[in-house]
């Protein structure tokens, strides 16, 4: 099935979902259920059992994708956050200059990627955020004082979101 360009993965991903349930709950209005049936107590026995499990892991999937997706989700928007804060230092003094672009483009590269693995799972908002109203340093102590403030925050952000994500992974 060719799909035009216009539509996104994540519309896809929901088309994709919406058919497989159809499928599903075709199958199982198919499916008699005979109270009388011949069947072995043992073999029910054991099919609630598969039955159980299989819901058990099911919840357990949807638990964790949720909370990946959480999780994601606050690392994309504290990505974009601090974009905007690094943008706002433009100017800070030439020497440094060449290290916050460096910065700029590590941050915008690593929140593509979170954006991008969340649009593969199929969870990613319709809409990227916008950035909000930041703060604007007009003077060079104020862009050096937001600077030391920023670059500490960043740091700490970062440190939280390697702990999340190494978690995520041995999970």
Same mark, same amino acid.
Request: hydrophobic fraction near 45%.
């Given at each position: 099935m060719?799909?035009?360009a216009a539509q996104s993965p994540v519309k896809l991903m929901a088309l994709q979902l919406l058919l497989w349930h159809s499928a599903l709950w075709t199958v199982q209005? !198919?499916? +008699?259920?005979? +109270? !009388?049936?011949?069947?072995?107590q043992s073999f029910l026995l054991k099919c609630l059992?598969?039955?159980?499990? @299989?819901?058990?892991?099911? !919840?357990?999937?949807?638990?964790k994708l949720v909370s990946e997706t959480g999780c994601l989700s606050q690392l994309h928007?504290?990505?974009?956050?601090?974009?905007?804060?690094?943008?706002?230092?433009?100017? @800070?003094?030439?020497?440094?200059? +060449?290290t916050l672009d460096t910065l700029q483009l590590d941050i915008a590269?690593?929140?593509?990627? @979170?954006?991008?693995q969340?649009?593969?799972?199929?969870?990613?908002?319709?809409?990227?955020?916008?950035?909000?109203?930041? +703060? !604007?340093?007009?003077?060079?102590?104020?862009?050096?004082?937001g600077g030391v403030l920023v670059a500490s925050h960043l740091q700490r952000f970062l440190e939280l979101a390697y702990r999340v994500l190494r978690h995520l992974a041995q999970s």
């Amino acid at each position: 099935m060719a799909v035009p360009a216009a539509q996104s993965p994540v519309k896809l991903m929901a088309l994709q979902l919406l058919l497989w349930h159809s499928a599903l709950w075709t199958v199982q209005e !198919a499916t +008699p259920l005979d +109270p !009388a049936s011949s069947l072995p107590q043992s073999f029910l026995l054991k099919c609630l059992e598969q039955v159980r499990k @299989i819901q058990g892991d099911g !919840a357990a999937l949807q638990e964790k994708l949720v909370s990946e997706t959480g999780c994601l989700s606050q690392l994309h928007s504290g990505l974009f956050l601090y974009q905007g804060l690094l943008q706002a230092l433009e100017g @800070i003094s030439p020497e440094l200059g +060449p290290t916050l672009d460096t910065l700029q483009l590590d941050i915008a590269d690593f929140a593509t990627t @979170i954006w991008q693995q969340m649009e593969d799972l199929g969870m990613a908002p319709a809409l990227q955020p916008t950035q909000g109203a930041m +703060p !604007a340093f007009t003077s060079a102590f104020q862009r050096r004082a937001g600077g030391v403030l920023v670059a500490s925050h960043l740091q700490r952000f970062l440190e939280l979101a390697y702990r999340v994500l190494r978690h995520l992974a041995q999970s």
